[in-house]
């Protein structure tokens, strides 16, 4: 994956890191950088990344993307990092919380 980034991404590029999580691929995508991720829980970890990796050209954006705007609510997974937390509920937590419109 690094490799593949890396191929692709030159000088003045913005790479947009779509579902960031913890901010792994926002770290190996450092340049111009949005990081989009809706679950709030995550927010604090992905600012300590960037913090602790010196990147200041990356922006978190707190909300999700869709194929039409709006509003949805996201079901998520347990304070674990499952990939399970979704637009439709993929396992049987009943966890949501509302996203905001963006």
């Not at 111009?32 to 679950?39: K, M, Y």
Request: glycine fraction near 10%; hydrophobic fraction near 40%; aromatic fraction near 2%.
């Amino acid at each position: 994956m690094i490799a593949t980034l890396q191929a692709h991404l030159h000088a003045g590029a913005t790479f947009v890191d779509v579902g960031a999580n913890e901010g792994y691929m926002t770290m190996i995508g450092a340049g111009r950088v949005l990081a989009i991720e809706p679950q709030t829980r995550l927010l604090p970890i992905i600012a300590e990344n960037l913090r602790i990796n010196r990147i200041a050209s990356a922006s978190v954006i707190n909300s999700c993307i869709g194929s039409a705007p709006g509003r949805g609510h996201i079901h998520l997974t347990a304070d674990t990092n499952t990939g399970g937390s979704g637009m439709h509920r993929a396992t049987s937590y009943k966890t949501t919380a509302a996203l905001p419109q963006i």
